[in-house]
């Protein structure tokens, strides 16, 4: 990829992956025998709980004339779509009955499908595989197991936390994947009396390798700026914390900080809803803050000003990427940027293709920047 690499060719219609996991909806917001919507990925997903809390997930349309099964009855087995009552198992979609079907009328209806998607719960969210868009005539076609389990948070005790923010993003997942991945707006977004000001702005440098279909911040001692490193800093000498970032497709960020028998690791993703609206989710667990009462409480509050400052800055930037006008990537700083934009192009053209992935780093690099 030539280093002028343009933005401008990835934004407009931002293309969404497909045959990737992704978090749906928290998994406290889907009750045991009630029906939840949901999109991703522009398809229409409704998902619920068994009888036995057991998730599952299904294409929110009807594969008879497509009326949202989240209209339906729900008897905790089976779904009955609202319009000609076809019921459909809930974790396989297969049709179990076509009320208005005689005797000897013999549609085979076991080989019909409500499309369903592989579901597993994680870190207390319900995640959904997300196939490649399927041939038509995908009511007749039984859904394939994922390839892999869902993306899961390390943990390093027995014993740990775990919590919680989302935010709704008014930008496309590329420029929601990149604001996050950013480091030189801290010092302009992130701003906070007690927290730092555009006067701590200090120069950094950083060291990245690539691993596979994405790439990692190598293990360092965290910046002086950053959330859980101040509070680490309680616990622990400086210079035993480090800390390592990765990035890797489609949209994950992990985050791991470790101090002695400490830890605090983040898994955050941002979410594709249509080409225009992402989601951004992150998970932390965690095993410090044992004898600090207020320590969680506290760690959400910074987290989540960090959140709503980041969405009311892509909330802002919207205005400004409306009319599509031109945009630059320029280096160092933007260098993760354009890796990811690398990154997801070798995906796009392996699946397309076939062959190697491409990975766009040939090796460890040095990044440079003031923030
Ligand atoms: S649209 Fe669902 S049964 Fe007809
Ligand atoms: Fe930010």
Known sequence: MPDDFPLQSQTPDALMLFGFW???LPANQVHRGQLAKTMLLEQPLVIGRDQQGQAFVLRDACPHRGMPLSCGQFD???????YHGWKFDAHSGQCKLIPSLVAEQSLKIDRIYAGSYPC???DDFIWVFIPEPGPGGAGFSKPGPAPAPAPEIPKFSERYKLAYLTADLPCSVDHGIIGLMDPAHGPFVHQAWWWRTQKSIHEKQKNFEPIPYGFRMSAHTPSSNSAPYKLLRLYADADSISTT???VLPNLRSEIIRAGKYWFASLTTVTPITRSQCRIDVVAAWNLFRWIPFGPELLKFVFAKFVEQDRRTMELQ???LKHNPHLMLIDDADRPAKWYFGLKNAMLEMKKNGGEFRHPMSGPVTLKWRS
């Open 22 to 24: 992704y978090r749906a």
């Open 76 to 82: 905790g087995q089976q779904i009955e779509c609202s």
């Open 120 to 122: 597993e719960e994680r």
């Open 245 to 247: 970032i990765d990035f």
């Open 318 to 320: 919207s205005e400004g």
